[in-house]
C-alpha cells in the first residue's frame, strides 16, 4: 500500500511531471514564474487545492454521477466544484491564519483556471484510482508543479540580470529554457 | 463601428490569441505534434468559442455581474461536453488523440477572457465576429505550429509523407520540441515587428 502510494507521488511529480511530461498548468508555469518566492506560494497553494480537488470530485463521481448515469456531465459538475472549492479555501484561510493568506491569497482566484487541477481530476477518474490514491496523485502532480514553476523562476531571475538580446528577451526565451528543462526531465524516463 | 472583417483580421495578426496574448497555452504545446491534432484541437475550440460568445452575448442583460465568472463557466463547460460527445461519436480517432485536451478546453484561459472582455459588452454580431476571428487564428496558430513539429519530427505533413527515409528529430514529438518551436516562433514575430518599426523609422 505505502509502496503503491510512493510509486504514484513519484511517477506524478517527476517521471510524468505535469509541466513537462503532460504539457498541463502552462499559463501560471509561464505567467508567474518570475520570482522564486511567489513561484512557492503558488505552489503551496496549488498542493491545498489539488489535494481537495481530487478528493471531492473522486466522491463525487464516485457516488453522484456513477449510481446517476450521469458521467458525461463531469466536465460541468467538476469545474463548478474546484471552482466552489477555490473559493471555500479562499473564505477559510482569510478567516482562519491572515498571515497565510497574506501570502496565498492573490494566486487563490487563478487556480480555478489551472488546467492542471481539472487536469488532475480527470486523470484520476481515467486511471481509475481510489481515494488515497487520488488524493496522493493530487499531491504528487502539484510537488512536481512546484518543482516545475521553481526551477523556471530560479533561471529566470539569473537571466534577468543579464543581457540578453530584445528578440529573445522575456517569454521567448522562457520558452526555449523550459524546453531544454523539459528534456532534462525526460531523462527520468522508465525509471518506474 | 468595426466590420466584420476587421474583426476576422484582429483574431489573426493583430491580437492573435497565440502568439500575441499568450492565451490558452496548454493544448498549444500539448496536441501539437502533428498538423491534423492542431486542426483539430483549433476547429473544436472555435466551436466553443462561437457557442460561448454567441450565449453570453444574448444573456449580458440577465447575468448579474457578481455571478458572471461562474456563469461563464457554466456556459462553456456545455459547449465543451456537447463538442467531447460529437467527437466521440463522429471522429473517434482524433477524440483518442486530443485525450484529456478536450475536458480541458473548459479551463483554455482564452475563451472566458474573450467571454469577459468581449461578449459581456457587446451585441451579438460583433460577438460572433470576434469568436470566429480568434477561433481561426488559434487554429492557423496551432497547424502552424504542428505542421513545424510534424515535419521536423517525422519528415511527414498533414500523413503526408514528405521525405522519404527521414531520420526523425524526435524531440520534436515531446514537449520539448512544443516549448522551443514556439520560444523560436515568438522571437521570429518580435525580430519581425522589431525590423518593421526600424523601417518606418528610416
Redesign the interface.
Known sequence: MIRSILVIVASAAIVNNFVFKQVLGICPFLGISNKVETSLGMGAAVTFVMAMASAVTWALQRYLLIPLKLEYLQTIMFILVIATLVQLVEMFIKKSSPSLYRALGVFLPLITTNCAVLGVALLNIRSEYNLAESVFNGVGAAIGFTLALVLLAGIRERLDESEVSPVFQGLPLALIVAGILALAFSGFQGVI | MRSFWQDIRNGIFTENPVFVM?????P???VTTQAVNGIGMGLATTFVLLGSNLVVSLLRKVIPGEVRI?SF??VI??F??MV??LMLSYLPDLHKVLG?FI??I????LI?QRAEALASKNSLGRALGDALGMGIGFTLALTLLGSIREFLGFGTLFSITIIPNYIPFS?MR???????T???L??FF??YS?RKQRGKQA
Request: hydrophobic share 60%; net charge negative.
Open positions: 499568450l492565451l490558452g497555452m496548454c498549444v504545446l500539448g461562474p463557466i457554466v463547460a456545455t465543451v461536453t467531447d460527445l484529456i475536458p480541458l473548459v479551463v483554455n484561459c472566458l524531440i515531446e514537449s520539448t520540441g512544443g516549448f522551443i514556439l520560444g523560436l515568438l522571437a518580435r525580430w522589431i
